[in-house]
Structure formats: structure tokens, C-alpha cells
């Protein structure tokens, strides 16, 4: 019942805030912490008509590579998918994922890795992109606890977040204040580490992310430049 009431409680505040998207380009480096050599990491929001929206994220190095792409349309002020496409090459096994959100049937279908997906579909279930530009707006709006109903393989996963406060942080583009949130997971059932860091005065572009995995293995992206309605992301004077 508390989480019920926490996710009704975070949808009101973040509905009673108009969401006026702005397209944003962005360019990171990319790191893994075991490999002696950087990446590169791309991450854009573009309009492709009066409703719908793409979000594309691509990262590469030398011996592995990943692409994402989500499409989604505003309606009432909420985020509601439309297609998820990912595919993950090198580093260990591929991975290809492919939904369609079909609000006239009210059903996701795809496939995960060459297994099945069919899960019903209700306003408010996001996919493993487009949750990401509604965490976006949820830290603009001044919320300290999120949750999140994201389709995650063939299953319906809650994801959570806190705010950990602000930080700055120094980037290729110059000094950038930032909002430092954290995934909340079960430490009993999970070691895995995931923070974020988005940019107060970029309409809270995504600036760093680092993610640690079970096995030890690190992985960093920092952003190098970027622009956010077609204005160039500058930092602060030092």
C-alpha cells in the first residue's frame, strides 16, 4: 500500500509540472575500468512529428559496441512508448531486444534475446529508455524518491531512485552543477551500482553515468559536448 500511495503521490507531482521537452544532443567519452582505452557514447532526443518523439543512445569501443532507441508521445503530460529496439555486440554474449507498446490493445509484444514477450500494458509502464527522460523531469521537478514500472526482459520491474544532492562535476564542456541520483536495490539481492548525475541549468541533461557491475567491472560515460535545444552546453566559470 505505501508504494501504491508513493506512486500516485510522484505522478501528481510530476503532472501538475508541464513537461515542454527540448530536443538534445550529446557526446561522452566512454570507459570501462579494466580496458586501457576510452569509447564513445552518443545520446540525442529529436522530434519526429507533432506527437512523437525518438530517443537514441549508442556507445562503442573497440571491442564492443551498443545501440537504443526508444519512440514515445506525450499525452496528458505522461510519457507513453511506443517501440523499444536495442543491440548489444562483444563483451560477453550479444543481446537483441525488440517491443511494440500497442495502446489500442493494451499489450507489449517483442522479443528479448530470441525469447517471447507479452505483457499487458497500462498507462504509466515505460521502457528501459524512456523511463530515463521521466527521471530526467522528475529531478526538475524537485522530487527526492522516484519509482518507476519499466519492462525489463519478458518481466514488469520496479526501479528506484533517490536524490543523493547536489554535486559538480568537471567535464570536457567545463564545470557542471549537477543533481546526483542514485538506483535503490536490495543489497541482499543485488551488488550492482548505478548513479547519475544531470546538469541544472541543460534542463537536466543526463552529464555522467557510472554503473558497477556483479563481477567488478566498471563502466563510466562523462560528456564531452552537447547542445540542448540548440544551444551549446557551457560550463561555469571557475
Known amino acids: 500500500m505505501r508504494r501504491v500511495l508513493l506512486l ?44 512523437r518523439w525518438q530517443l537514441n543512445f549508442e556507445a562503442a569501443m573497440l571491442v564492443a559496441s551498443l545501440t537504443e532507441e526508444s519512440t514515445f508521445r506525450m499525452e496528458n503530460n505522461g510519457f507513453l512508448p511506443l ?10 554474449k550479444g543481446k537483441k531486444v525488440e517491443q511494440d507498446f500497442d495502446w489500442a490493445e493494451k499489450q507489449v509484444i517483442g522479443n528479448d534475446r530470441g525469447e517471447s514477450v507479452h505483457l499487458p500494458l497500462n498507462r504509466g509502464l ?12 522528475a529531478v526538475a521537478a524537485g522530487q527526492k524518491s522516484m519509482s518507476y514500472q519499466v519492462v525489463d526482459g519478458n518481466e514488469i520491474e520496479t526501479y528506484d531512485f533517490r536524490v543523493l544532492g547536489s554535486e559538480r562535476v568537471r567535464t ?3 564545470l557542471i552543477d549537477a543533481i546526483k541520483v542514485e538506483r535503490v536495490r536490495d543489497p541482499t539481492k543485488s551488488k550492482r551500482k548505478t ?18 557491475e556483479t563481477d567488478g567491472k566498471e563502466y563510466q560515460i562523462m560528456l564531452k559536448d552537447g547542445t540542448v535545444d540548440g544551444k551549446p552546453v557551457v560550463g561555469i566559470a571557475e
Not at 561522452?28 to 575500468?33: G, H, I, L, R
Open 8 to 51: 500516485v503521490l510522484a505522478a501528481l507531482s510530476l503532472s501538475a509540472q508541464a513537461i515542454e521537452l527540448k530536443p538534445f544532443a550529446a557526446s561522452y567519452t566512454a570507459d570501462w575500468k579494466q580496458l586501457p582505452f576510452s569509447g564513445t557514447a552518443e545520446r540525442s532526443l529529436k522530434r519526429l512529428d507533432d506527437q
Open 195 to 212: 548513479v547519475l548525475w544531470f546538469a541544472k541549468d541543460w534542463d537536466y541533461l543526463l552529464v555522467r553515468l557510472y554503473q558497477a
Open 172 to 174: 570536457k564542456a567545463g
Open 126 to 137: 515505460l521502457d528501459k529508455s524512456t523511463y530515463q527522460l521521466e527521471l530526467q523531469f
Open 83 to 92: 517501440t523499444y529496439r536495442l543491440n548489444r555486440s562483444g563483451l560477453g
